[in-house]
């Protein structure tokens, strides 16, 4: 699961020279990348009941299952212990070619059912993280979008001015 985040048209600037862009573009990606990564690895507070009420029966065949096998913990008053691996696993990626965009993904396996993902992804959010606050990533980047423009443009300004 993944989503990216670039930068055009910096080149039109005529006074920068293209090693300037582009550690002006390395700079600026990074501190959206650490931004978003920042945000998504926080893990929302669980929803008391939300699975009991929303789990598909395969969904909690499942979830029993690991419980036996010793994969996954349950706690008799809470539920599911988390373990915070997914929200770790948040990592970013550049482009090479001149710093155009970085990819953020998080490979963790149960990433998909807990933010969701892209259209072309075949694994969804499911009900009861949904319910629990875990947000989908496609509403997430449409909802912070002004905000990862708006430090795209702080990194650029002050790189300008220095």
């Given at each position: 699961?993944?989503?990216?985040?670039?930068?055009?048209?910096?080149?039109?600037?005529?006074?920068?020279?293209?090693?300037?862009?582009?550690?002006i573009?390395?700079k600026?990606?990074?501190?959206a990348?650490?931004?978003?990564?920042?945000?998504?690895?926080v893990?929302?507070?669980?929803?008391?009941g939300?699975?009991?009420?929303?789990?598909?029966?395969?969904?909690?065949?499942?979830?029993?299952?690991?419980?036996?096998?010793?994969?996954i913990?349950?706690?008799?008053?809470?539920?599911?212990v988390?373990?915070g691996d997914?929200?770790?696993?948040?990592?970013?990626?550049?482009?090479?070619n001149?710093?155009?965009?970085?990819?953020?993904?998080?490979?963790?396996?149960g990433?998909?059912?807990?933010?969701?993902?892209?259209?072309?992804?075949?694994?969804t959010?499911?009900a009861?993280n949904?319910?629990?606050?875990?947000?989908?990533i496609?509403?997430?980047?449409?909802?912070?979008?002004?905000?990862l423009?708006d430090?795209i443009?702080?990194?650029i300004?002050?790189e300008?001015?220095?």
């Amino acid at each position: 699961m993944a989503f990216r985040i670039s930068i055009k048209n910096l080149e039109s600037l005529g006074f920068l020279n293209p090693d300037q862009i582009k550690e002006i573009k390395r700079k600026a990606l990074e501190s959206a990348a650490l931004w978003s990564i920042n945000r998504l690895a926080v893990a929302p507070q669980k929803a008391v009941g939300a699975f009991t009420r929303l789990a598909t029966p395969v969904q909690r065949r499942a979830y029993w299952a690991r419980v036996g096998a010793g994969k996954i913990r349950h706690d008799p008053n809470s539920g599911y212990v988390r373990t915070g691996d997914t929200i770790r696993k948040w990592t970013y990626t550049k482009t090479e070619n001149r710093y155009k965009r970085v990819t953020i993904a998080n490979k963790a396996p149960g990433a998909p059912y807990l933010y969701g993902a892209p259209e072309d992804y075949p694994k969804t959010q499911t009900a009861f993280n949904r319910a629990s606050g875990w947000p989908r990533i496609d509403e997430w980047q449409a909802e912070n979008k002004q905000k990862l423009e708006d430090v795209i443009n702080d990194v650029i300004q002050r790189e300008i001015k220095k």
